[in-house]
Nanobody, 116 residues
């Protein structure tokens, strides 16, 4: 059984920073990519950032230059450093992990609220 446990969400003022973490555990086999998505109220879930083995990270245009995704392979953990947060960044942030089979896993989500 695979578990993705996210943490680090919360309430922050516009211009502030948060760091999200997602730790994968269980029989996840070999991880190929780890990513973050987000979903604002009343909107579709959207891609935020991804880091794939052997490639450079990629980002949604809306977060480029402000967010940084990184990965600790030894801990099967992915991080999202979010700086210069804007009210539009508000939403539930979901961790996404894809192994080499490929099988996709999702975390339960962590809430990010940015006050103006």
């Amino acid at each position: 059984q695979v578990q993705l446990v996210e943490s680090g969400g919360g309430l922050v003022q516009a211009g502030g920073s948060l760091r999200l973490s997602c730790a994968a555990s269980g029989s996840i086999f070999r991880i190929n990519s780890m990513a973050w998505y987000r979903q604002a109220p009343g909107k579709e879930r959207e891609f935020v950032a991804r880091i794939t083995t052997g490639t450079f990270p990629n980002y949604a245009d809306s977060v480029k230059g402000r967010f940084t995704v990184s990965r600790d392979n030894a801990r099967n953990t992915v991080y999202l450093q979010m700086n210069s947060l804007k009210p539009d960044d508000k939403g539930v942030y979901y961790c996404n992990v894809i192994n080499v089979r490929p099988t996709t896993y999702w975390g339960q989500g962590t809430q990010v609220t940015v006050s103006s």
